[in-house]
């Protein structure tokens, strides 16, 4: 698969012909793309999601959280107590879109173009990219990442996995950007990241490639779903769903008191409506990271995550519960692989934010700007 930008180069030497352009990659109907399952905000709230008996899901370590509801605007992102002395002192920041200056939006989609325009390592056939590297990994480890409690876990790692590329890579420098949908919620398409034309690009109502902002006239060459069809980058929005994406229902999730009911409600919940939100690419739900939006949406889930654990952090950052999509418990101990794009690591060493456990030679050490 290969992610193109419909720009060419034409040859060096003057007597080499102009370069013909390639086609544009087709449009996909939107009814190609496996979308994933939201669960209703009312559901939730009466836990229709929940898969396991409450005695089976509390009996893995998290029955000290009971009582504590983390509201996420009120508490923020501050100083975990439980930090290695040099994290705290030090922690590496994720700004929020609306404080993250214009110098770093463009560096940061300048990062990303760049992983596009850089070839791929290889272990993922049929990547012919670097950043399609990632799309295939993400669509090889479905259904291992999803619809079970690895979800939040395993995306958290890929987030930072992502972030130390662009680094290592791209010569990126500047703090991580994250997107608060709370603000934005049932007007996506009304955010700056979108009619701005130096982003991601726009959201139209009907399915259209997309032919503005920095990924205009992206070909996909991973999805939909477990296929590989070379397709334009297309979004649907459908504000209907962007609105679940509200500080209610994160407040929702982040009420319950283990981790497996919270990702649970996390990833049915404002997650699943902000990629079928988006639409098209962005609701495949195996070949989602296809559209550059999708790290601006995980830095989101990823902050809700961060912020219940807040609610109880000597708890929350050294236990967790649930299981794997075998029904194996997950510990400490579980690994989470990452294709070995980065080292494969174990829960206990990503599960805290702010734990500066060295992975790879670079401190895992990070927070939120609120």
Known sequence: MRFSLSLFVLGASVATAATVPK????????????????????????????KQSTSAVESNSTTQSQGKVMSLMAAGDGVSTLATPECNANPNYRIEWRSYPAADRLAFVNAIKCLIGRPPSGRFP??????????????????NIHGNAKFLLWHRYY????????????????????WDETLDAGRFAQSDMFTDNRYFGHL???????????????????????????HCLTRRVDESQTSQCNSGYVNLCNSRTNYADMASCNEGGFHAFGHNGIG??????????????????????????????????GVRTTTINGVDRNGVPLTMDTMIYMGDIRPNVRVR?????????NIGGTSFCYRYNY
């Open 159 to 178: 987030l930072w996995t992502f972030e130390q590329v662009l680094r290592a890579e791209c010569g990126f420098t500047r703090p991580l950007p994250w």
């Open 23 to 50: 086609a544009p990659a087709p449009a996909i109907d939107h009814s190609a793309f496996p979308t994933f399952k939201p669960i209703p905000f009312e559901d939730a709230k009466a836990g229709k999601d929940l």
């Open 349 to 357: 060493d990503i599960l805290d934010t702010m734990g500066g456990v």
């Open 280 to 313: 098209s690419v962005m609701s495949d739900v195996s070949a989602s990271p296809s559209d550059p939006i999708f790290w601006m949406h995980h830095s989101f889930i990823d902050h809700a995550f961060r912020i219940w654990q807040n609610g109880d952090v």
């Open 126 to 143: 049929p990547a012919t990219n670097r950043y399609e590297d990632f799309v295939r990994l993400h669509q090889l480890n479905m259904p």
């Open 204 to 230: 139209p109502s009907a399915p259209n490639c997309i032919v503005s902002g920095a990924f205009a006239g992206l070909t996909c060459n991973i999805g939909p779903g477990t296929s590989n069809t070379p």
